[in-house]
């Protein structure tokens, strides 16, 4: 019984199109460049969606499952940069570009109790960083704010979170003159300033601004200033990149070049503390790896004396004097020590050379996301491995031909205003169907084929031709004969009210192309394993009443009634 439902599990998956490879399993071939350095996964509904195919390495129940997986996919492989959000299953729940921007840190956050989409867009192609605005989108994908930094300059690309009080805390950067003989200059020249603003985002007005220029010298910096403080090359000495506010109303920012941590006094801008680099104040208690971090990413406070990050330890120029980890560690701001509490390495050995984060989840798993190179891991809180997931080869991680400036993952309920978007194509094997999809709707629990004589009738006029439960981004229906002239889709709610239709479809011109029935239907697994089931109960009734006629043929008497041989 066991070896004929494998055979039926596996004759399904060829008639689908589904990959007989399990989930959770090293694909060789997507690693080596054999789908190209951009895997895609393609929909006949949506032709235009560009999304990356993931690759599951290694899976586990542990992972985190109620939440999306949101990234920005990007890079010299990519047809435009995309903000992209997947279920976890590794199917598509939204894509979309902004204007044809850079797009970086996508996220869901919460303003005034409604929760938003955020990320932001615009030029990332200025000193390795960006000039550009937040974008915030509302559950409808709708435009809601659209965020500019406070006193006339340029939100960069780095940070962006919004506080409790309803402000946002912003990475800026400027370009400022400025004496160039802790670098080893003689002269005054272009230098990239690092800034922290907090503002009103009623306003747009700043509550809060610190320089880091007022409060760090140039000599302090693991970054050469080489060529830079010439002309329009600006020396990035600091290269701020994430920055947290804690319940003290105090500020925790990430410097990559300092290779430190900078505690901010949120009332005077004075520094209290600094955690790793030349001005480390901290007593080490871990031998020397909780201070060592270098080029991080994504510092945040976890509790009251627990700071995480994504410590790269490597950059573009240094890409293997130190495994690239995740970090968490336990500081005591009284005896001024700091220790390791977790290590969190990749499987693989990843070296992120730019990029990445670190994100605490609800049930104490972390998410690691690795910046240039296109993979993310979950891990348990201990530091094993769950789940290693790449979205592009591992062949060229480090090229960033394929790239996600953070990953992150959160709950999202979307309602877009868009129509479900359907096509007639050809499956793979070469049968018409009817496709549908609808980009961004996350309530979609049915989807319910319609037709009609008249493209034009009410709904009511619209007869049922199929159903079938939502299974990933994009449904199929098969096409057959006896359908009326017009189809349609109905996105159907769990509650059982409708979300949304699609534009009716002609199969006219397939039409002498269709079957009158379908012998078996497999786009709704309720319905195949019912198909199956009655097949072989069919074959388990055909198999009795055979067995019953020999027993009944071996059980026949074997002595007969001598029978008149003439009439009476």
């Not at 129940?61 to 940069?81: F, I």
């Not at 209290?272 to 909780?290: Q, V, Y």
Request: with cysteine; proline share 3%; aromatic share 12%.
């Amino acid at each position: 019984m066991r070896r004929l439902w494998a055979f039926f599990h596996v004759a399904i998956s060829i008639v689908n199109g589904i990959p007989s490879q399990p989930p959770g399993s090293y694909d060789f071939g997507y690693e080596h460049d054999a789908y190209g350095p951009h895997p895609l996964t393609v929909f006949k509904s949506a032709a235009d969606l560009e999304v990356p195919k993931l690759d599951a390495l290694q899976s586990h129940k542990a992972c985190e499952s109620s939440l999306y997986t949101l990234l920005t996919p990007r890079g010299g492989a990519t047809r435009e940069p995309q903000a992209t959000i997947f279920d976890t299953n590794g199917d598509l729940i939204w894509t979309s570009s902004w204007r044809g921007q850079q797009l970086y840190n996508l996220m869901v956050q919460e303003y005034r109790g409604e929760k938003y989409l955020t990320f932001w867009a615009g030029n990332d192609a200025v000193g390795g960083h960006g000039a550009g605005t937040i974008i915030m989108l509302d559950k409808s994908y709708s435009l809601f704010k659209e965020i500019k930094a406070a006193n006339g300059l340029d939100a960069d690309l780095h940070d962006f979170r919004i506080t409790e009080a309803g402000t946002a805390l912003i990475t800026v950067y400027e370009m400022v003159q400025h004496d160039l003989k802790d670098a080893g200059r003689n002269h005054i020249g272009p230098v990239w300033d690092c800034i922290i603003q907090e503002i009103d985002l009623e306003t747009g007005l700043s509550v809060f601004q610190w320089r880091a220029l007022d409060h760090w010298k140039l000599s302090d910096s693991f970054r050469e200033i080489g060529g830079d403080g010439e002309d329009d090359r600006a020396y990035d000495f600091f290269h701020m990149n994430s920055i947290d506010k804690d319940a003290r109303g105090n500020y925790l920012t990430s410097s990559r070049y300092m290779h430190s941590l900078t505690y901010v006094n949120g009332t005077t801008g004075e520094i209290i503390w600094i955690l790793g680099g030349k001005r480390n104040m901290f007593r080490d208690l871990s031998n020397g790896t909780a201070t060592n971090f270098a080029y991080q990413h994504d510092a945040r406070w976890s509790g009251n004396d627990t700071i995480t990050l994504f410590d790269n330890g490597v950059d573009d120029a240094h890409r293997d004097i130190a495994d690239t980890r995740g970090l968490k560690l336990k500081i005591d701001e009284k005896a001024m020590t700091v220790s390791v509490v977790t290590e969190y390495f990749n499987p693989h050995k990843i070296h992120g050379i730019s990029q990445g984060s670190f994100q605490s989840l609800s049930n104490g798993n972390v998410l690691l996301g690795y910046g240039n190179s296109a993979a993310f891991t979950e891990f348990a809180s201990n530091g094993d491995v769950l789940c290693d997931t790449h979205f592009g080869p591992e062949s060229r991680f480090g090229t960033a031909e394929v790239q996600s400036y953070r990953v992150y993952k959160y709950n999202w309920h979307g309602w877009p205003t868009t129509s479900p978007s359907a096509a007639i194509r050809k499956d793979n094997v070469r049968n018409w169907r009817f496709y549908v999809s609808w980009n961004g709707a996350t309530e979609v629990s049915t989807w319910v084929l319609q037709g009609s004589q008249n493209i034009n009738a009410t709904d009511e006029n619209w007869k049922e031709l199929n159903r079938t439960k939502r299974v990933g981004f994009e449904t199929a229906f098969e096409l057959l004969k006896s359908y009326p002239r017009f189809v349609r889709a109905v996105a159907v709610h769990s509650k059982g009210h409708m979300l949304g239709v699609s534009e009716p479809l002609d199969v006219r011109g397939v039409r002498n192309q269709l079957v009158f029935m379908s012998s078996m239907d497999f786009t709704d697994y309720g319905i195949w394993i019912t198909q199956i089931g009655m097949a072989l109960g069919g074959l388990l009734l055909l198999g009795s009443l055979l067995r019953i006629g020999v027993v009944a043929w071996h059980n026949r008497p074997t002595t007969y009634s001598q029978l008149p041989t003439t009439p009476h």
